[in-house]
C-alpha cells in the first residue's frame, strides 16, 4: 500500500515542509487551547446541543440535571467506533511490514525518504498518541468526561480545557485518545503513493474527521478534547518530519 521507491535526493532548501509546518501547527495548538480556556462556554454550548434532559427522579436532588447522550448507546456508532479504532493498529503493522520489507530487500540501503516518513509516522504515533495523550495527559489532567460532570447528569464539577483542577483520577477527558488517533490517520496521506491518494485519501480523511466527531456527539469529550486531539497529532508527525529532514540533510551534507 505504501511507497518506498523514491530514492534519496539531496535537499538544496535550508528549512524543510515539516518543519515550517511544525511552526505553523505549534502555535496553533496553543492559541486554539487559550481559546477553549478563555470561553468555556464554546464547549459547554456544544455538549449541550448532544444532550438530552429528562425529568429526574422524585427522590434525587432538585438542582440535579438527570439525561443522556442519545447517541452514546446507538448501535451504529458503536460498530462504527470499533472499525475506526481498528484502523491505526493496522496501519502501525502495515508500516511495520513495509520497513522490514525494505531492510530485507535493499539491506544497508533500506532508507530512503519514504521510508524515513514511515519512521516519523510510527514515532509520532508512539510520542503523540501513546505517551502525550493517554499516558500524561489523559492520566493527570482531572479534567471529567462531559457525561460524568453535574451538568450533563454526572457527579463531578466541570472544568475547561488546560485545566487541571478536575477530580478525574484516570481515563479522563483530556484529551480525546480517539481523535489524536484519527488525526495521525490524516497524516497517513502523505505517505501514500500518488496514485492512491484520492482513492485512499478521501477516506482516511472521512474517517479522520468522524472519530473527533463521534467522541463528541456521544459524550465522550468536550469539543476542546477532540480539536486539540486532532490537531496534537499533526503537530507530532510535522515535529517527527522535521528532525528526519535535519538529520538526513546534515548527513548528506556530511557525504
Not at 457527579?155 to 481523535?179: K, M, P, T, W, Y
Not at 490517520?185 to 505517505?191: H, Q
Not at 482513492?199 to 468522524?210: D, E, F, Q, W, Y
Request: hydrophobic share 50%; aromatic share 12%; charged share 15%.
Amino acid at each position: 500500500m505504501f511507497d518506498n521507491s523514491i530514492a534519496y535526493a539531496k535537499r538544496t532548501a535550508p528549512v524543510s515542509r515539516s518543519f515550517v509546518a511544525f511552526l505553523a501547527l505549534f502555535p496553533l495548538w496553543w492559541l486554539l487551547l487559550y481559546v477553549f480556556y478563555r470561553f468555556p462556554g464554546i464547549d459547554l454550548l456544544v455538549a449541550r446541543s448532544v444532550f438530552t434532559a429528562t425529568p429526574c427522579a422524585s427522590a434525587t436532588l432538585p438542582d440535579k440535571v438527570c439525561g443522556t447522550f442519545a447517541l452514546a448507546r446507538n448501535p451504529l456508532f458503536e460498530i462504527v467506533r470499533d472499525v475506526t479504532l481498528a484502523l491505526p493498529y493496522i496501519a502501525a503493522v502495515t508500516l511495520i511490514a513495509t520497513l522490514i520489507s525494505s531492510w530485507r530487500k535493499h539491506g544497508t540501503h533500506w532508507r530512503t525518504p519514504k521510508t524515513d516518513r514511515y519512521v516519523a509516522a510510527l514515532i509520532s504515533l508512539s510520542i503523540g498518541c501513546g505517551f502525550i495523550v493517554n499516558t500524561l495527559l489523559k492520566s493527570y489532567s482531572g479534567r471529567p468526561r462531559p457525561r460524568s460532570t453535574d451538568l450533563f447528569g454526572g457527579s463531578h464539577d466541570f472544568v475547561q480545557a488546560g485545566s487541571f483542577a478536575g477530580r478525574c483520577l484516570g481515563n479522563c477527558s483530556f484529551i480525546s485518545g480517539e481523535a489524536s488517533s484519527g488525526g495521525w490517520l490524516l497524516c497517513l496521506i502523505l505517505l501514500l503513493p500518488p496514485r492512491l491518494r484520492l482513492r485512499l485519501g478521501i477516506p482516511l480523511a472521512i474517517v479522520s474527521i468522524m472519530m473527533p466527531v463521534m467522541r463528541v456527539m456521544t459524550g465522550a469529550h468536550y469539543l476542546s478534547d477532540a480539536v486539540l486531539g486532532w490537531l496534537l497529532s499533526l503537530v507530532v508527525f510535522a515535529a517527527a518530519m522535521a528532525v528526519i529532514d535535519f538529520l538526513r540533510s546534515a548527513r548528506s551534507t556530511q557525504s
